[in-house]
C-alpha cells in the first residue's frame, strides 16, 4: 500500500519492487507492484519524479509527466534515463517517483473503445 509521507503531501510515494540498474545513456521500466485500485470517471493519476532522483542519481522521467487513466490496468512502471556516466542501482524498497490523482472536466468527445491493455498508449485498438 502507498502512503503520502506527511499529510500535507499531495501525492504518494513509489517504490522500486525490484532491483534495478540503469547503465549511463540506457532507459529503463522500473517496476513499482503497484496497480490502479479506483478506477472511477473523470479521474486520472500524474506520475513524477521525485526530485532526488534527478539530483542524485542523474535520472531523468523520460516522457517528463506521465498520465495514468483511471482504466489503466496493468502495473504502473516509472521510465527513467540514465543521463549520468555511472551505472545507477535502484534498490528494492526505495522511493522513485511520486503519483498524484487528479480530476478532470471531460471537455472532449470520446470513443467506445475498453481499453485492452499497453504501455505508453490508449492501449486501445
Same mark, same amino acid.
Not at 531523468?60 to 521510465?79: A, F, P, Q, R, T
Not at 471531460?106 to 498508449?121: C, K, M, Q, V, W
Given at each position: 500500500m502507498i502512503k503520502r509521507q506527511t499529510k500535507y503531501s499531495a501525492g504518494a510515494d513509489l517504490t522500486c519492487s525490484k532491483q534495478t540498474t540503469i547503465e549511463p545513456n540506457q532507459t529503463a521500466l522500473v517496476p513499482?507492484?503497484? /496497480?490502479?485500485?479506483?478506477?472511477? /470517471?473523470?479521474?486520472? /493519476?500524474?506520475?513524477?519524479?521525485?526530485?532526488s532522483i534527478a539530483l542524485k542519481k542523474n535520472l531523468?522521467?523520460?516522457?517528463? !509527466?506521465?498520465?495514468?487513466?483511471?482504466? /489503466?490496468?496493468?502495473? !504502473?512502471? !516509472?521510465?527513467y534515463r540514465n543521463v549520468g556516466t555511472e551505472p545507477i542501482v535502484l534498490e528494492k524498497g526505495e522511493r522513485i517517483a511520486q503519483i498524484i490523482p487528479l480530476s478532470y472536466l471531460?471537455? =472532449?468527445?470520446?470513443?467506445?473503445?475498453?481499453?485492452?491493455?499497453? =504501455?505508453?498508449?490508449s492501449g486501445t485498438t
Open positions: 513499482t507492484d503497484y /496497480y490502479i485500485d479506483n478506477h472511477e /470517471y473523470h479521474m486520472f /493519476y500524474m506520475l513524477c519524479a521525485r526530485s531523468l522521467l523520460m516522457n517528463g !509527466v506521465g498520465i495514468i487513466d483511471s482504466d /489503466y490496468k496493468d502495473e !504502473v512502471k !516509472v521510465m471531460p471537455l =472532449f468527445e470520446a470513443l467506445d473503445n475498453e481499453r485492452e491493455g499497453g =504501455f505508453g498508449s
